[in-house]
């Protein structure tokens, strides 16, 4: 059983920034893959960022050069900088239920509709 619990999320503005973190517990150490995913009202899930227990990293168009996914203690984040008004989302943490580096970051796979464990969502809002 895999427990994912995020925090950091919040209201900020246009420019600022927010780190998010989520604390997992249960086998994860049987799941090299994680990721941040976003969803807004009325709108599909997308991924926003995965990374691989090598350290392999992706990340969707939109957030390139704002936003850092990392790994360290079991916890992972999403750093996100230069926010603008259109990163307001819930944002969720998941462990992705692949095993392999191309299966988790390779090209495409952001948007893949991979099975996953997920957290309860952490609400970002940036106002302009």
């Known amino acids: 059983q895999v427990r994912l619990v995020e925090s950091g999320g919040g209201s900020v503005q246009a420019g600022g920034s927010l780190r998010l973190s989520c604390e997992a517990s249960g086998a994860t150490g049987d799941f090299p893959c994680m990721g941040w995913f976003r969803q807004e009202p009325d709108k599909e899930r997308e991924g926003v960022a995965r990374i691989h227990s090598g350290g392999s990293t992706a990340y969707a168009e939109s957030v390139k050069g704002r936003f850092i996914i990392s790994k360290d203690n079991g916890i992972l984040y999403l750093q996100m900088n230069s926010l603008k008004p259109e990163d307001s989302a819930m944002y969720y943490c998941?462990?992705?239920?692949?095993?392999?580096?191309?299966?988790?970051?390779?090209?495409?796979?952001?948007?893949?509709?991979?099975?996953?464990?997920w957290g309860q969502g952490t609400q970002v809002t940036v106002s302009s």
């Open positions: 998941a462990v992705v239920l692949v095993s392999t580096r191309n299966s988790c970051v390779g090209s495409g796979r952001l948007r893949s509709s991979d099975s996953a464990y």
